[in-house]
């Protein structure tokens, strides 16, 4: 089972991001969950960890016992 990776956003930031780029409130989380990749997707989340967004990263407790 893969890691689950996602950026979490307050709703100031998704504002911002969906300033800066001219996409719609889907792609912004699509993007920050990891659910698309690409150059706007690789975009949106290195400019939301530039404003303070956090990177989350959930270990499955199987890997963990390995």
Do not use: H
């Not at 912004?28 to 690409?38: F, H, R």
């Amino acid at each position: 089972m893969a890691k689950k990776i996602e950026i979490k956003v307050s709703q100031e930031i998704r504002v911002e991001l969906m300033k800066e780029f001219p996409v719609c409130e889907k792609t912004i989380w699509n993007a920050l969950k990891y659910e698309t990749n690409g150059y706007t997707a690789e975009s949106i989340r290195r400019r939301a960890l530039e404003l303070g967004a956090t990177l989350m990263q959930e270990v499955n407790e199987e890997e963990g016992e390995k």
